[in-house]
């Protein structure tokens, strides 16, 4: 018997969604990466001089950059701990380099994945932004557009979270087939 091929995207684990995590950041605007796939460190060394009221918290890139009063460089944590810093972040950044055939991060980072069900704006090179309006496009590298996209972003009004699948979801859906 010969079935259709189905694509069954990936999930977030409904931990994600609980409502008690505790705010990690003081007042000030926080941006936050997390991951190190594809991971370009210059987008700090643009981002962070040209907004110094904007605090970047780079979490497990597997590489420190520039040492800035407002970037913080923090170690690789389990996904559970990253998730505060996820939710209560102002935008999202997800630095990837420029990669061969690397457009199918469109709809499949975690990071934007992640940065989607928060609600919050992410600033991405233009080859993940996909045309979603909270996604905030950049041209690897180029400072004017690196600045462009933070400028967006920090204009956008917080989304209401998308609710994105669960793990029970793909799992039921996958048994389903």
Not at 10 to 38: C, K, Q, T, W
Not at 89 to 109: E, H, M, Q, R, V
Request: glycine share 8%; hydrophobic share 45%; with cysteine.
């Amino acid at each position: 018997m010969f079935r259709e091929n189905r694509i069954i995207p990936h999930a977030l684990d409904e931990s994600f969604f609980r409502d008690d995590y505790i705010n990690p950041y003081g007042s000030r605007v926080a941006a936050v990466s997390v991951g190190s796939m594809l991971f370009d460190a210059r987008f700090f060394a643009i981002a962070a001089d040209a907004f110094p009221e904007v605090d970047f918290h780079i979490i497990g890139s597997g590489q420190r950059g520039i040492e800035r009063d407002n970037v913080f460089w923090i170690d690789e944590m389990a996904f559970q701990d990253t998730i505060r810093y996820v939710k209560f972040a102002n935008i999202g950044i997800a630095p990837y380099n420029s990669a061969l055939a690397s457009d199918y991060l469109i709809d499949t980072s975690m990071k934007l994945l992640q940065f989607d069900a928060a609600g919050i704006p992410a600033v991405c090179p233009h080859f993940v932004h996909g045309g979603r309006e909270n996604r905030f496009g950049y041209e690897v590298g180029h400072r004017d557009s690196i600045i462009e996209a933070m400028r967006g972003a920090l204009a956008f009004k917080r989304g209401r979270p998308k609710q994105p699948r669960t793990w029970k979801l793909v799992t039921d859906e996958f048994l389903a087939c």
